[in-house]
């Protein structure tokens, strides 16, 4: 965090583009601050710059920010060196099913809506 405070965390799903994670002890953190995200791989940890986007009970998704080619070597080799987590999880989920999706981007709407006119 920009006071120098560090919130343990685990990582839920992530790409090149953010996270999501789940924090140890939940605590509120405000959409639009700008955070480090600490990426471990064998051993050794690289920081990414992030900013929080939302904050919902203990799950926090952030947007990372620009990155030098290291930090943006380091994220890329962070995500493929998983492939066998996506294997074992391929065809896992639940299927879509049409009307269960429409009715979630409904209420995601319903959700948007209802904060710009509160």
């Known amino acids: 965090l ?8 685990r990582s839920l799903n992530f790409s090149t583009g953010g996270m999501a994670i789940r924090l140890a002890q939940p605590q509120p953190i405000e959409p639009g601050l700008p955070v480090q995200i600490g990426l471990s791989h ?8 992030a900013v929080v986007r939302q904050d919902r009970d203990g799950q926090v998704s952030v947007q990372f920010t620009a990155m030098s080619m ?15 987590i996506w294997l074992s999880q391929w065809g896992q989920h639940d299927r879509d099913a049409f009307w269960r999706s429409l009715g979630q981007v409904l209420a ?10 509160g």
């Open 2 to 9: 920009p006071d120098g405070s560090v919130l343990p965390s």
């Open 42 to 49: 064998r051993g050794v940890e690289q920081t990414l710059p």
């Open 108 to 117: 995601a709407s319903a959700r948007g809506f209802g904060r710009l006119g």
């Open 70 to 84: 290291e930090q943006e070597r380091w994220l890329v080799a962070s995500t493929f060196a998983r492939a066998d």
